[in-house]
Each structure stands twice: as structure tokens, then as C-alpha cells.
């Protein structure tokens, strides 16, 4: 092996391990490989920034701004109001996967299940129907109607855009509509049936309940020799010193929102979250006192005093939200959205302890203690997904149908060929704007520039790979190891290695590692790389098994009350169906 092999070598092996143990951020370890291949010489200046000029960045831009206007018009939002008339739970199942899987493939999915989310919690909650039994067949669906369309997954266009670089002419929008419909189609027959006996049926529980939170907040009354009296809160340091947070200074009949200025005075009443031993410590020493029988439920935040009433919120960090990587303290968070943060729930843990320095990731549900005024500012927030809505979100609906109407004309344009799809897209987005179905800011915004950057920054090591002669290095040992059994047992070792790299890293990464090796082995096969992409392409747009393997498991992961091992009920016989199903079908519809 040569050197530049060698060195391409390693950079590909640093950026498994770093995209498999999460040190740092997806788009960061992007930039890394960009800088290594680029200081190492494995590829010129030209070929290095070739990725943000790519077709399938741009495309994926674009997408992201098509997706966008259908959200804030309400197009997306009038299809999930349809789920709360359907009472029956077979019958409400099927609806969400006839709904969310077609509009997947053409509306980018991971903004799809985004918006639908709150909705299905709503409408499970008022059907009786646990949200467990529903969530991960919505996660799922979505990924299924990814793959019938070549616009349906970011992860497709960037296939098709490598395939294109390595000579191979390229996918239309629908050639894949074969394969990915009778996989979603088998899919949900799955879902449909197995969903009662794999998935956990937890009943809906309020939230004081799932955030264990009425042994963790109480109400302190000042009494006449507490220190206290005389100092601000900010001055009194009760965070810094006994680690209780006060949420709410009381004084009479006037609430204090943000009381940290406050002076306290004899019969305050403080809103106080803490460890209860905690909590107890500092009633003694600062000679402060329970409000009798005080004991926090959802009731206590319902809105009983209008708008200027506290309400409990849940809030999911959406994907390409500014606040992830950052901590409470970094962001500001009370003062910048007016909400106090009472609990972090990740991967089925409630976090409490610290709250101020959690770096917050994609799929993080926060409790949040707001005014009732500020609701519609948070639904409004690009960075936060309401869960719990209790009323519907106010929506421009008037442009819904002009914003389907320019997402169809997109997708037309292209689908008869008129256009390149980068073509249709950027004009549908540039419509999407001049027809004020979506804003300047909210059309940047709308933009996941996380995944920008991670398309941008590992496309060059796919072009390193092929320069180096590490992909065809990769692929000699791949077919001395399975050649000798056909084509159609190394279509099914390039679809198994790639599933497996999806559950473990960003689909995109692992898209770009198997690419190049794929397309160089059929070609040392002498036959056509076609259904080897296709392979790829279908693996790592369904990952099923883990609940980091795709941002629609992590989004619903925490919404469920899930574990991770019932990604691995559910997911893994349904990666194995997959697996056989792609297989099978795949050299029929595109032959060796």
C-alpha cells in the first residue's frame, strides 16, 4: 500500500472513531477530515472545497427551504389535525404511516416527523392511545418514504452525487419508487402487527410524574429572622452556595418572574427547585419555612390566572438548533426565551443536577416553567419543538396551498426533466420567499447547516479514497473475501457493512466511506456499480436499530419515554427484513 493510501488510511479510521463515540459534533469532525486530507496533500485546494459547491449540497440546501415553507404555512400541520378524528388505534396507526411516509418523500423527513411530533402526541393523548406504541412506527415510516424518491433523504442526493464524480450517470427522482414501495409497503404491514407486542404501552403520565418533580420543588415562606431579608436573590447565592434554585419570588399578590433583583422581604414566598435534603438544609440555616401541604402538580400551572399564569412546557432541541453543543449558562437561556428550565430528559434519563452546564444535543426534551404569554413565542422558535401542545399553534394556513402548490412544481419540473432537481429546488425556494409563504430569515434558518458543513466537509474524502487507491485497495480485498460467490453475495456484504456503520455514526459519513469502495468493486467485478449504490443508498437511510442511528429515532426517543433496547426489539428483525428484501429485489429492478 502506498503512502497516500496509508495516510488516507488513518484520516478514515480518526473520523470512524470520532463519529462513532460522539466526542465532537458531526460537522466538526467534517472540518477535521477537510483539514487533515487538505495539510496531509491527499487532495488539492480545489478538491478540498470541492464539497460546498457540490450538487447535493446545494440540492439538500434547498430541500431544507421547500421543507420549511410547508411548515410555516401550516400545510403540514392541516394533514396532522387529521389524526385526532381517528379513534380507533389500527386505524389511527395506519393513518400516521400513510401520512408520514409519502410526504417523506418529498418533504426533507426529518423536518416532517418535526412537525407532526407535537401533533400525534396531541392526538394520542385525546384518542387514549400510548404514545409508545406509536412513536417509533412514525420514526420509522418516515425513513421508509425517505427512500422511494431521490429528493426524500439527504443521504440520497449525496449518493447520487458521488455516483455522478465516479463516472456513473446518475439516479432520476423516482427510480428508486420500486424498491422503497414495496420495502414501506412490507414495512408497515410490520409496524402494524408486531408494534402491540415489541414496544412498551406506557399510558400517558403527567409531567410532574415523568419528571419526578414534587420531591425536587417546593415553596419557602421568609420568616421575620431569616438572614435573608435585606439581600437580593442574586446577593443571597442560593444556587452557589446549596445548589436551590429559586424559580419565583411570591410577595402578596404580585408573581415575580426572574427574580434575581428582587430584595426579599418578611413573608416572601419563594419557588424553589433543589435536592430535598438540600432544600431542608437551607430552610434551617436561612430560617426560612414550607408552605403548608405545598406539593407541585400540572393544575398549578393550567392557566388559571390568564395570561400571567406559569404553565409547564415541554421542548424538544430540534435539529439544526442553534442551542446544541451549548450549555443553559452559554445560551442565556432565562433571559433569552423567558423560560426557566426545571429538567433535561435525555436518552431516558432526567437530568437535574447542573442543569446551567449541560451541553444540550438534538432530541433533549426540556421542562420548561414559562408564562402563559410567552407560548406562542416558543412554538414560533425555530430552536425548540413544542410537545405539549394544548391549543393549536397559530399558522398563516391562507399560503399553505400556494406553498404545496411550488413544492409539487419543483418536484414536476424535475421529475420530467426539464430542470437538474438543484435547479427546481433553488427556483422553488426563491418562490417560496417572493411569494411571502416563508421570510428571508426564516428561509436561512430553515437551513440545518450542521448537515451543510458535514456533506461539505467529508465529500473530499471520498475523492481521497479514490486518489489514493485506498477504495480500490479496499475493494481487492472485498472481492478475493466474498467475490468468489457471485455479485449477489457481495451486494449483500456492501449492504450489511453499511447498515451496520449507519446505526453506529451520521448515515451521511457512512454513506461516504462505502461509496467509493462499492462503485470500485463492481467495476474490479466487471459489472454495473448501479445496484451496489442503490444498496448503499438504502442502508443508510434506514437505520432502525438504535436510537442515534437517525435524528428521527433520536427525536422520538425521549417524546416515547423509550429505552434504547426497544430500538433493538423493534428495529433489528426489521434491518434483517430489510436487508433480505433489498437483497432480493434490488438486482431485479437495476441488474448486474
Not at 466538526?28 to 496533500?41: E, I, P
Amino acid at each position: 500500500m502506498e503512502m497516500d493510501a496509508i495516510l488516507t488510511l488513518l484520516v478514515l479510521v480518526g473520523a470512524v472513531t470520532l463519529f462513532v463515540t460522539e466526542k465532537l459534533p458531526v460537522d466538526v469532525v467534517a472540518m477535521l477530515v477537510l483539514a487533515s486530507l487538505l495539510v496531509l496533500g491527499l487532495v488539492t485546494p480545489v478538491e478540498a472545497l470541492s464539497g460546498f459547491s457540490s450538487e447535493a449540497t446545494i440540492t439538500v440546501a434547498a430541500m431544507f427551504v421547500l421543507s420549511a415553507g410547508l411548515a410555516h404555512t401550516g400545510a403540514l400541520a392541516s394533514l396532522g389535525r387529521l389524526f385526532g378524528r381517528v379513534k380507533n388505534g389500527f386505524l389511527f396507526m395506519l393513518l400516521i404511516m400513510l401520512v408520514v411516509g409519502p410526504i417523506s418523500a418529498f418533504v426533507n423527513n426529518t423536518a416532517a416527523v418535526a412537525v407532526l411530533l407535537p401533533l400525534v402526541l396531541a392526538a394520542s393523548t385525546a384518542n387514549q392511545q400510548s404514545p409508545s406504541q406509536i412513536l417509533i412506527p412514525m420514526s420509522y415510516a418516515a425513513q421508509m418514504g425517505g427512500v422511494c424518491t431521490l429528493i426524500g433523504t439527504s443521504t440520497n442526493l449525496l449518493v447520487n452525487s458521488m455516483a455522478k464524480d465516479l463516472g456513473h450517470p446518475g439516479f432520476g427522482l423516482f427510480d428508486f419508487a420500486p424498491v422503497g414501495l414495496i420495502t414501506m409497503a412490507v414495512g408497515f404491514v410490520y409496524l402494524l402487527l408486531m408494534r402491540r407486542w415489541l414496544l412498551p404501552k406506557h399510558a400517558p403520565a403527567a409531567i410532574t410524574e415523568t419528571y419526578e418533580l414534587g420531591k425536587y420543588i417546593t415553596e419557602l415562606r421568609v420568616m421575620p429572622e431569616s438572614p435573608l431579608i435585606g439581600q437580593s436573590v442574586a446577593q443571597a447565592q442560593l444556587g452557589e452556595k446549596h445548589s436551590v434554585y429559586v424559580l419565583e419570588l411570591m410577595r402578596g399578590e404580585q408573581k415575580h418572574w426572574s427574580p434575581r433583583g428582587e430584595e426579599l422581604r418578611e413573608g416572601d414566598v419563594l419557588l424553589v427547585r433543589g435536592n430535598l435534603e438540600k432544600i431542608k438544609t437551607l430552610k434551617d440555616s436561612s430560617k426560612l419555612d414550607f408552605e403548608p401541604e405545598f406539593k407541585l402538580q400540572d393544575s398549578q400551572f393550567s392557566g388559571e390566572d390568564g395570561d400571567q399564569s406559569q404553565v409547564l412546557v415541554e421542548a424538544m432541541v430540534a435539529p439544526g438548533s442553534r442551542l446544541v453543543g451549548h450549555t443553559l449558562l452559554d445560551l442565556d437561556f432565562q433571559w433569552t426565551y423567558n423560560a426557566t428550565v426545571l429538567a433535561v430528559h435525555r436518552r431516558g434519563e432526567v437530568l437535574r443536577e447542573k442543569l446551567r452546564d449541560v451541553n444540550l444535543n438534538v432530541g433533549d426534551v426540556l421542562l420548561l416553567l414559562s408564562p402563559k404569554s410567552e407560548l406562542n413565542v416558543l412554538r414560533a422558535n425555530h430552536n425548540l419543538i413544542v410537545l405539549n401542545e394544548r391549543e393549536e399553534a397559530a399558522l398563516p394556513k391562507r399560503k399553505a396551498w400556494l406553498a404545496i402548490g411550488i413544492m409539487a412544481a419543483a418536484i414536476t419540473v424535475a421529475g420530467l426533466g426539464w430542470l437538474p432537481i438543484v435547479a427546481s429546488a433553488i427556483l422553488g425556494g426563491i418562490a417560496l420567499v417572493a411569494t411571502r409563504c416563508i421570510g428571508n430569515d426564516q428561509a436561512y434558518q430553515a437551513i440545518d447547516w450542521r448537515v451543510i458543513v458535514l456533506l461539505a466537509g467529508v465529500l473530499p474524502l471520498g475523492i481521497a479514497m479514490q486518489k489514493s487507491g485506498l477504495a480500490q485497495g479496499i475493494a481487492d480485498f472485498s472481492v478475493n473475501w466474498v467475490g468468489g460467490f457471485g455479485p449477489l453475495a457481495v451486494l449483500a456484504a456492501v449492504y450489511l457493512t453499511t447498515a451496520l456503520l449507519t446505526e453506529l455514526m451520521s448515515n451521511n459519513a457512512a454513506a461516504v466511506l462505502i461509496t467509493p469502495i462499492a462503485f470500485t468493486t463492481a467495476v474490479s467485478m466487471d459489472v454495473s456499480p448501479t445496484p451496489f449504490l442503490v444498496a448503499v443508498l438504502f442502508a443508510a437511510s434506514t437505520s432502525f436499530a438504535t436510537p442515534v442511528g437517525y435524528q428521527t429515532n433520536t427525536m422520538v426517543y425521549n417524546a416515547g419515554n423509550y429505552r434504547f433496547v426497544d430500538f433493538m426489539k423493534m428495529g433489528i428483525p426489521l434491518n434483517l427484513m430489510f436487508w433480505g428484501m433489498a437483497v432480493y429485489l434490488i438486482p431485479k429492478f437495476f441488474p448486474f
